[in-house]
């Protein structure tokens, strides 16, 4: 069974500052990892993933993501933050070496505000 | 052609209807799925497709009831909703790459049970 907490249902930062996201899974094997981010009344779009390899995942806008598995860990952040990257974001969970990645376990979401 | 398509955008049903969601994508991916989505909540797996297949089914009420007729096509038909069925459906398909499997969500159906 696979699990996934987000640490802080609302996260609230400055134009400009440090974005950090908070995840932490439970998975009785390897997981695949993902963020993904959700803007009002959209789907849901993939921002990075996790599955081998490298710990340190770069994804698209400027977000990145560290695998730590000793503190079953995958935590999200940007540098700067922009007003666009205000949104909904959620971590997810998947079997390594499922045959779908599609079953994904989702965490509660972080929303993420940004102030000028 | 990178999108997932999905119909209506909105939909007001009563208890009694009967009507269908639409999902389309045109991108060869052979795995389609349905999610759904409480407000302030995360999408909930409902229904896996892979290959025109239904594969997995997370204990959905018949209420619901999928469809897959094609490869691009993927329906939703809906009978006897209840007003807690009211919830944005995700629609999404996949594909595999040499990166591994990414999944591509629709904008989804934001549905009204009254």
């Known amino acids: 069974a696979q699990s996934v907490t987000q640490l802080g249902s609302h996260v609230s930062v400055s134009e400009g500052a440090l974005v950090l996201l908070r995840c932490n899974y439970s998975?009785?094997?390897?997981?695949?990892l993902f963020w993904y981010v959700q803007y009002p009344n959209q789907g849901l779009q993939l921002l990075l993933k996790?599955?081998?390899?490298?710990?340190l995942v770069k994804g698209i806008n400027g977000f990145e993501a560290e695998f730590k598995k000793s503190e079953t860990s995958f935590h999200l952040t940007k540098p700067s933050a922009h007003m666009s990257d205000a949104a909904e974001y959620f971590c997810?969970?998947?079997?390594?070496?499922?045959?779908?990645?599609?079953?994904?376990?989702f965490g509660q979401g972080t929303i993420l505000t940004v102030h000028p | 052609d990178t999108e997932v398509t999905q119909t209506p955008k909105h939909l007001v049903m009563g208890m009694t209807n009967k009507k269908s969601l639409k999902c389309e994508q045109h991108?060869?991916?052979?795995?389609m799925y349905w999610y759904k989505q409480k407000a302030k909540k995360p999408p909930e797996l409902m229904f896996v497709?892979?290959?025109?297949?239904?594969?997995i089914n997370e204990s959905v009420p018949s209420r619901f009831s999928p469809e897959c007729p094609n490869s691009s096509l993927l329906n939703l038909h809906l009978h006897a909703l209840q007003p807690e069925d009211s919830a944005l459906y995700l629609c999404?398909?996949?594909?595999?790459?040499?990166?591994?499997?990414?999944?591509?969500f629709g904008s989804g159906t934001q549905l009204s049970v009254l």
């Open positions: 991108m060869g991916h052979r795995a």
């Open positions: 999404a398909s996949s594909q595999v790459d040499r990166d591994g499997e990414k999944l591509f």
């Open positions: 997810a969970v998947s079997e390594a070496g499922g045959t779908s990645y599609g079953k994904l376990t």
């Open positions: 998975s009785s094997v390897p997981p695949y």
């Open positions: 497709y892979s290959y025109e297949k239904l594969s």
């Open positions: 996790y599955t081998t390899g490298a710990t």
